[in-house]
């Protein structure tokens, strides 16, 4: 095989990588239903899900380091500084060795955090196809949140004022992110309220669409 044929066929596989994942940004404000319906998602999809809120919850049971430097700042409704979130997202990602792709829920919540993504990703070969972000009113959220603290058990579900802030720290940090997507025609919004099947359709009406 001579040099341009063997280029050719590398360029043609890591083609075929980028072609073939399917890297979901599912987006949107605490308690708009991102884990709910990342659980459809990713047995209709076949897709790995990655929730960066529940590895922190797991090493906080499981008392690890990590989980210890996570919980001062969960436990305020703040975010986890974002060198201690990147390098364990690329930790979780590369425990996968051949994915049909991930559902990333609660990353990326920073501009830091998306730049640092793709990097990850065309390290690999591969790119994020789209961000789906669920819309849902502030005081419909709140509601929500309050509601799921009876049954979570989750700490900052259960005071008002740390909900509040989540909802703050949303709009100043994470909202912008959007942008971020919307510049590159990967951002798809999709409204958030109604039935959790009547949500799950709009979602994948719009996952097909990015993903043919
Ligand atoms: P919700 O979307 O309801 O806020 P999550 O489980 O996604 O719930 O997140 C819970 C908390 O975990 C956040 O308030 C934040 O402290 C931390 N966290 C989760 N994901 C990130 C992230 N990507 N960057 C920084 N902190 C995060």
Redesign the pocket.
Known sequence: MNVCTLVIRVIFAAKQTILRMLNVVLFGP??AG?GTQSEVLLQRYGLVHL????I??YNIKNATELGQQ?KA??DK????PDSL?ISMLESEVVKHPDPKGFIF??????SA?AEALDKFLASRNASITCMLALEVDEEELIKR?LNRATTSGRA?DADESIVRN?ITVYNRETAPVAGYYQSCGKYCGVKGVGTVEEITARLCAELDAFAH
């Not at 929730?51 to 529940?54: A, C, K, L, R």
């Not at 829920?105 to 920073?110: I, L």
């Open positions: 605490p308690g991102k929730s960066t809120g529940d922190f919850r996570a700042f969960m409704g703040e975010l986890v979130t829920d609660g990353f990326p919540r920073t955090q949140l900052d989540r």
